[in-house]
């Protein structure tokens, strides 16, 4: 495990959590005060300050990278000189080029390459994304995901220097990647419109962003991100299709609802504002953020020697995205998406059907409060639109 | 009241609901067959297939348009001829410059030219809007508002010649309107941002939209528009500022559940899908929809010699924003909102603070989970971010 | 209008809200100032604190009573005496013994006498019954209805003597009414076991009470009261039939959410507990709580010469379940309904119904996770249950 | 694993889940069939008719109860016998005084017995009990839980003679437990009122029931379950507490919705109704239905060579409570809870505080609409209630 942080935390926890059967061994961290603290609350044996130590240690299978996006290039390529399968924290890199490298490097050493994209893996997003395949919304003509917040935990986060960027790199990475599961993975994202802005914080990253993604099958995927959300953590993702609907929350609205004077106190959630009023926790965190989902694909990938749902490339990918989104907001329009390697199959366009009523094309048939049918129908000849009510 | 579908239906039932003093005294449709029918189930004295003369009628006081966008103008003009008072459905006109000649003819002539955008006038929007102009949630920076459903109910609507457009002028038009009420109608909306689509059905117009309007004030107002929803008529509204966050829900989740096998039956509510199952109802939907408080201000206004918080000049700044909305949408770049006669005050950019603690700025403070403080700090001489735990 | 305390106010702000034809003429209040105050305040022409003057008053065509409980019979004895059609406010009296003989004055002198039952009258209430009397889920099974927040806003509520008891008084007679009505009111209530306790506040009558209202039908009816709960006003009522299930929220869940750091400051709604944090307001507060429909039904009634949906019989029946709540939180044990006056026509037992498959009575069929049919079946002849897999 | 029933793959699916350390290496079925596809669908590598094999079995170290509940105590008998570790399914008998029996056989063996009491520990149970017991809500006024659903799957649950019951037995255990660990599992459960009736199903045992449970400090449990709900499988707990509230919810609303027109198909969640319209599901059925959660404290304790949270101690509290619930309903009145061998501590009665004015008691204080203070006191000398507004 690199990384005694937030996300170094909240995986090893999982990792430690429930009946597991994989353990941390190592931790390093670059501060020994921090590194023997983080073994002795969660019982890892062993730590370090040196990282190429951590990752070379006989004991070490696998690395676990929770550390600054700033470095993970040279971890990964430590990993790949020791031969050791490697799991990376989101976001992959911080630009595609960066991201490519590291992509090359791991597939040259034949190491696996783990992405640890966690909100992929909730268990709604897990079981949501089964329906979609399974056809029950039809074809995806959208699909939205939001993470907003009022702001990460750590300084390095706030700068744009070290992290690549701010929220679009921080949280539109994971919506990114929601995104593409949604639309399938074949499915070629094309070009990028995006906002952004610093509304609110004294920083030169943007606070906010909205991007839309365009799909080769036509679908429109659409990005909400935010470090000036006041309220906790916005979780949400929403998928429309030609047959359905799919809306998930994954924090804020779960079906757990506290109110509390203030008394008695302690932790809530992950971003929680308050501690009194009103309060929405999470039942098991670290498994509704997708921890436990993720880890237990990447271990069950390794034994099996298969590749995991996400890959290397697919963090390549996303990476590909954001600096569309970087460019879209500099240069105010659409920018492509530049893939060099796309390894996608490639989808039709969303059909767009025509159903024919006495020789016309029928737009829509819908039932009336009265009980009635109404269609309405378009004579194509003509260009007339009309209601028939029988 | 001119026109008998259902939003002459939806008009007639609110004036003539409750212990309302207002009443329909004739009311005039292109058919007599559907004139007579409407009289009938309504309790409505008179009706002709006359417009002017519907318009002229002694007893009209208040000519109140709830017919096809195409006629809107030349209705307005006989309202103005005869100086009788005029509620235009929305959306106000087609174009902008439509509806510029309209609002002229309304201002030159003098009478009382109401705006019927009744989705500002849900009684949660009132009160949220009241919310964020008290300062409960500060300075506002995102405003989100989305209408979506399968599509609507009457032929024209799907004629792009005689709509103007697609959804974006059938549902942007309300999207537009509840974002301006939340942005502050002194705050310019500056260009805008839009992707459209025919994903789906067979028709010329789009039937898929998303917009972004940025305002003066630097907030973003973002619209997401379609009648390719599936699972009934979704209304929510969404917005974010400094200090909170507000969410409506106006239809499909207003705390109304109702699951049922099928027996039974009847009318559910507009835009319902099915009728069995799980359904979401709304209590009361004149009311729910804004029917009943828009035309409360509109009768008051008139009774008060004040004008109306929807005008047609709110109108008009409508439709200029739906025009920047399709040239954006072809352009493929950000447009300005082109507004020849602006008449707001004018707002400052939102303002970015800055707090100082040891000569740095402050750019977050927390409470971790252990209870402790946070700060997060940036050395402006060297750039640097630091984390002071305290 | 007769008293100038929280439901005056909430009636008179009803009466003369949106474009209502009925207003206020007189007011009485015990208190010169608060009468004063009133009519400034709610543009109310005269005021007196003279009971019966207002009640006489040339100008009065309806009184309407907003009093303690210990006023109710005096006041409705003086309108009996001068003709008056009165509108009693909940509960209609103390004691089913009081609530007979104003029963009797106002049918012996033939005034109108409409009972303000709001809650019977929420717009969520009315189409929900709508649905149940349609048939839309099945036979009535059981019905549930809960209010409780952390106690009222008048000293004379808390006092035991003045108002008859506790929250089964001030709030139980709602959902006594909301219960009724899901039921059917042909529907008599036989027989009632109630348990009431003072957990928390110091008085004499209880804090907190659940009571079992056993119909002849065989369906139950169950409340929850309390003058304890904390986070706002919680008002929920549950059905559930053999064809369906309906849940209604009227105040804490309806779709309007809002988090504010608490800048801003006001009014929130009523009940609610904090000014910061996340909050929900509603809409409209007089028409979710059911007084706008409530008025409408009143007066419509009194135009058209015909019996509200909600009649002093009615408040007749509410002070008869109350009496055995009370009775039986004493016994321990089930309490019949004494009513000496039931006016109901009598509904039959709900059917059973047995369906037959081999000669063996089906007691469930159901589809199983992996697509096949399960039929449970009992032989009635072995008294045997078997699965039967297709 | 003993049983192939819905719970035997359930508790299956669970331990072979995730990453997980523990294994099923037998399986013991009534029928060899079922034996066999049941270890073909989990990869269990043995299976065995005989039911004393399998728990004799030298690779058993832990017997997992999944049989119907008449078999329970014969099967605990056996694994006394053997000296193995026993873990069984709710209810743990079918009578307080057969529980007692098991009870005993275990203790007097010294082998581990567990209560497989899934629903107290899911992980919005059990961080919600966390909270209770932090003090976040203050004294635990009233605790409800509800499990209702259409009817269970397999024939000896409708069978009273084999299962104990309807769905007292079947569902109101799990209620009682979640009660209690709101409660504090000190509070000793006093007494029990319950109704019970069959409204729908042709059988002996009830299909409704509602039952009040009152503790030794004075707080109030209730719960609510049905075999006759429509809408799925509803699973609700609420607690009231002096300082807060908290509401779960399991299953039907936590934060996933689907529409589907019903294209694709394929399994929603346990007891859903139907497979269109309006769905929701959950997203890790195992975890949320606290069957992870449970597995772990089971495993752990074994390892950890201490008691679990859930003992055949509580099955054996449980099935008092049950008992006390059908006397109950026979009875008619309240019938105290049994408990030959009580254990608890015992707790105080809820303390009733008294807060004092100008040497008046403090009733309530409230902000009114205007901003000013209310109190509400009372005169203890004088009996008398007043306002003062301040």
């Given amino acids: 495990m690199l990384g005694t942080g937030l996300i170094g935390l909240f995986y090893t926890r999982t990792l430690h959590g429930q009946r597991n059967r994989d353990r941390v061994q190592v931790v390093y961290s670059r501060s020994e005060e921090r590194a023997k603290a983080f073994c002795a609350d969660n019982d890892v044996p062993e730590w370090t300050t040196d990282l190429e130590a951590a990752i070379a240690h006989a004991e070490t299978d696998t690395v676990v990278i929770g550390l600054p996006n700033q470095l993970h290039e040279e971890?990964?390529?430590?990993?790949a000189k020791?031969?050791?399968?490697?799991?990376?924290?989101?976001?992959?890199?911080?630009?595609?080029?960066?991201?490519?490298r590291m992509l090359d490097t791991v597939e040259r050493?034949?190491?696996?390459g783990g992405y640890l994209e966690d909100l992929v893996y909730t268990p709604k997003t897990l079981k949501a994304v089964a329906s979609v395949q399974a056809g029950q919304i039809g074809d995806v003509l959208w699909a939205r995901s939001r993470e907003t917040h009022p702001g990460p935990h750590s300084a390095w986060f706030w700068d744009a220097a070290q992290a690549g960027g701010g929220p679009i790199v921080d949280l539109g990475c994971h919506c990114i990647e929601i995104i593409r599961s949604y639309m399938g993975k074949e499915n070629r994202p094309v070009e990028v419109m995006c906002w952004t802005d610093t509304l609110v914080h004294p920083i030169e990253a943007e606070d906010n962003a909205i991007a839309l993604i365009r799909f080769e099958s036509g679908a429109m995927g659409q990005f909400e991100v935010s470090w000036t959300f006041r309220g906790g953590m916005d979780l949400r993702d929403e998928v429309a299709g030609t047959e359905g609907t799919i809306w998930t929350n994954h924090f804020l609205r779960t079906g757990f609802e506290v109110f509390t004077s203030g008394s008695g106190g302690g932790y809530v959630a992950e971003k929680a504002e308050t501690a009194s009023g009103w309060l929405f926790p999470v039942g098991d965190e670290v498994a509704e953020l997708g921890y436990v989902d993720m880890f237990t694909d990447m271990f069950d990938a390794i034994d099996e020697g298969r590749a995991p749902s996400e890959t290397f490339y697919d963090g390549y990918v996303v990476n590909a995205i954001i600096d569309a989104c970087y460019r879209s907001a500099d240069s105010r329009r659409w920018e492509p998406v530049q893939l060099d390697d796309w390894r996608g199959a490639g989808v039709p366009r969303i059909a767009r059907e025509r159903r024919e009523h006495d020789g016309k094309t029928v737009i829509k048939e819908e039932k009336m409060p009265d009980g009635r049918s109404k269609l309405i129908l378009k004579d194509e000849a003509t260009g007339e639109f009309v209601d028939v009510v029988s």
Avoid: N, W
């Fill in 109 to 112: 050493a034949g190491i696996f």
């Fill in 82 to 100: 020791h031969g050791k399968a490697v799991l990376c924290t989101k976001p992959l890199a911080r630009t595609a080029e960066e991201a490519k």
């Fill in 75 to 79: 971890t990964v390529e430590l990993c």
